[in-house]
């Protein structure tokens, strides 16, 4: 099984430690993998402010990079969604529409491609799961809270699977983190407010580190935390299920 | 756009402590809707039926019409077609000239609010009363409404005590719920019995049998209705349903959606006139049958009016419903209201950030975030976005374009916000105002790769 890589392009740029637990977690858990180098973006951020046609060498691009992996993976919810919902390569179609049916977020290829049922992690800590929107309700990675059906959720249940973690109960498990692509700046007052009241509920619970399957979201609170001097820490999820046991 | 959604967000967030009173006085409601979804085992089922019957209407909306047009006429009441917002003012108008009504009642509905039709009245000399009790506040406020179930749900009870106060001479300074309800229930009775005209809304009109069925809590439709000598329902041509049966479909989603109560307190039918007296029917188009033409968009008029798509928005609870500017606020209006005017709509599709949360509690499944995604691309397309966004967009997209400008530009954002950290974080950078900027690492992700992909990473990690 060659499993391709992709990184988004803020996490290649600002968050590359999410990238190499990624890429290391998968080699741990036995796939081949591969980055292929010359990856830039999934074209979302153009596409979400009504740009969509503005990223057709995006789209080329992305095809001609994965069309030969049996998977795609990537550690956000919220790209991967937007290669499923909306990747279209002209010239290349068909690889496109496998690649749109290939394309896995980390956590969901985790449960339910390679079926993990435990991981070697060890992580004693009081973590808040931030449920990101896209991953959660689009790629429904975790029952979304408006919906009258069985709960499960594919990142918590990972998380069970590392000794010394502690998750902590939300008093909104699903609720926005107010990020939203380019609507964290043209809609900066919201989006802050936003982001303050996600970080409350999860201080006011205890959480010392807030972890997340979209470095997008976290990225945001991590400004709001570090601006208020805020003790807590944001991981992505990959570096947690990552952490090794000494 | 000085009055953007972004500008009336902002200057509604100067007030943090009632931001967090409007969100959390919401996310109750929300919550109490999600008690009444789960005491049904069948919601979900509930909701793909409400969906089903609705796409049913929305293919066969001219026969329904007719159905329903031809039903009515022999039930005795009169049918009026509005093609826009003014020719429904025009009729309503014209009725009550005909009538010589100057002082009269009206209940809650939202399609006289999108017609403007209190101010046209009140321009031709005729004094309306809003009997809701929400809207009756807002109107003392001389507000819009911002909510479509809850009209005055940004307004405290210390403001609403002043306003009654200052209006219907309750004692400065009492607050308390009860008695003010207790003095608008006084001062509505008085109007009641005075009115000889009553406008009522629609929530669903029966083809089948040429009824119309008004929900609300505080039986002000009725009261009005039935004391008046005419009785006008205004309705937009989307609130047909084919049979009396389907009733037993939306009228349990409809309050539930709506406050999380099981029902309403009053689901009135009103099917014929009394002896003596008039109903008239005015149904209206105003901009509906184009959203029917629009195939993206279509689904849209399947909705309710319920506005549980308001009380899970977590931008709507924290940013107001005026802040939408337009009459249904929340993510509803926001793929509504492009349709009637996109150069002044433009800023509502952006005015969200696209969690899916509305598309989840939506009773008839409206695909509400779909349509938001859809109308940005829309409007771009059609030029109701500034140039120097565009200019941002393609400059933006020949960087992510090219592997080579991407890798120039990373290292050289990643090295100017390291040297020189004041260059991005200044005023100009809106995240910077009340975030931090991320750390700016040495290596990127693929330059780590290229050094490292020879060895076993995974032994190199651990």
């Given amino acids: 099984m ?46 979400n402010s009504g740009y969509e046609h503005l990223t057709h060498e995006c789209n080329s691009l992305f095809t001609r990079l994965f069309a030969e992996y ?21 010239a290349a179609e068909t690889a496109a529409a496998g690649i749109r049916s290939r394309i896995y977020e980390l956590t969901e290829f985790l449960t339910d491609v390679l079926k993990v049922t435990s991981l070697p992690a060890r992580f004693p800590c009081k973590v808040g799961l931030h449920q990101s929107c896209h991953g959660q309700r689009g790629l429904m990675l975790a029952q979304a809270s408006e919906l009258v059906a069985a709960p499960f959720s594919k990142p918590e ?16 498990k699903d609720e926005c983190c107010g990020f939203g692509g380019t609507f964290c700046v043209a809609e900066e007052a919201v989006s802050v407010k936003m982001g303050k009241d996600r970080i409350a509920d999860h201080v006011r619970h205890g959480a010392t580190v807030i972890t997340g399957t979209d470095v997008s979201c976290l990225m945001h609170l991590e400004g709001v935390l570090r601006r208020n001097n805020e003790a807590v820490k944001v991981m992505h999820i990959a570096e947690i299920l990552n952490q090794t046991i000494p | 756009m000085s009055n953007d959604h972004a500008t009336l967000s902002q200057r509604f967030n100067e007030n943090e402590p009632r931001v967090d009173w409007h969100n959390e006085t919401l996310w109750w409601v929300r919550a109490k809707r999600d008690r009444q979804a789960w005491s049904i085992p069948e919601w979900e089922q509930l909701r793909e039926a409400a969906s089903a019957i609705k796409r049913n209407v929305l293919g066969n909306l001219d026969s329904y019409l007719q159905e329903f047009e031809a039903q009515a006429i022999s039930n005795g009441a009169v049918v009026h077609w509005a ?11 014209g009725i009550l000239k005909k009538h010589n009504v100057q002082r009269m009642v009206k209940s809650k509905s939202m399609l006289t609010e999108e017609c ?18 929400g809207e009756r506040i807002v109107q003392l406020a001389k507000e819009p409404p911002s909510h479509i179930v809850l009209p005055c749900i940004h307004k405290k009870k210390g403001e609403i005590g002043e306003l009654f106060h200052e209006h219907l001479g309750t004692p400065a300074g009492n607050a308390d719920p009860q008695f003010l309800t207790e003095a608008a229930r006084q001062h509505l009775r008085k109007e009641f019995l005075q009115s000889r005209a009553a406008i009522t809304g629609v929530n669903f009109a029966v083809a089948e049998t040429g009824e119309m069925v008004v929900c609300t809590n505080e039986g002000n439709a009725d009261m009005g209705a039935h004391l008046a000598d005419v009785h006008i329902a205004c309705m937009g041509i989307e609130k047909i349903i084919p049979q009396r049966k389907h009733l037993g479909v939306f009228l349990r989603l409809l309050a539930r959606s709506a406050t999380g109560q099981p029902i309403t307190t009053y689901s009135s039918h009103f099917r014929k006139p009394a002896a003596g007296k008039e109903l008239h029917i005015v149904i209206v188009d105003n901009g509906r049958t184009q959203q029917l033409g629009r195939e993206d968009f279509r689904n849209s008029l399947k909705c309710i009016r319920c506005a549980a798509c308001m009380n899970t928005c977590p931008v709507y609870r924290r940013s107001g419903g005026h802040s939408y500017h ?17 150069k002044h709509y433009a800023d509502l599709p952006f005015a969200s950030t696209l969690c899916g949360s509305c598309t989840n509690v939506c009773p008839v499944k409206i695909d509400i975030h779909q349509q938001l995604y859809k109308w940005r691309q829309v409007l771009v397309k059609e030029g109701y976005t500034t140039a120097s966004k565009t200019a941002g967009m393609k400059v933006m997209s020949a960087v992510l374009s090219k592997p080579g400008n991407y890798k120039r530009a990373g290292k050289m954002g990643r090295w100017v916000m390291r040297a020189f950290p004041g260059m991005v974080n200044n005023r100009f950078n809106p995240w910077y105002k009340q975030r931090e900027m991320p750390v700016a690492p040495k290596q990127s992700f693929s330059e780590w790769y290229a050094e490292n992909k020879n060895e076993d990473t995974e032994n190199k990690g651990s």
């Fill in chain 1, 2 to 47: 060659k499993v391709g890589l992709f990184i988004p392009c803020y996490i290649d740029q600002f968050y590359p430690q999410v990238g190499i637990a990624t890429l290391q977690l998968l080699q741990k858990l036995g796939c081949d993998v591969e980055y292929p180098q010359g990856q830039t973006c999934c074209g979302q951020p153009m596409a």
């Fill in chain 1, 70 to 90: 049996d998977y795609i993976v990537g550690p956000s919810g919220s790209c991967v969604l937007h290669i499923k919902e909306h990747l279209h390569d002209p």
């Fill in chain 1, 157 to 172: 249940q990972l998380l069970k699977m590392v000794a010394g973690v502690e998750l902590v109960e939300l008093d909104q």
């Fill in chain 2, 83 to 93: 093609a826009d917002a003014a020719e429904h003012n025009d009729i309503v108008t």
């Fill in chain 2, 116 to 133: 403007h039709l209190n101010p046209h009245l009140e321009a031709n000399g005729i004094e309306v009363i809003d009997t809701d009790l």
């Fill in chain 2, 326 to 342: 337009t009459a249904v606020a929340g993510p509803i209006g926001s793929i509504l209201a492009p349709n009637l005017d996109m």
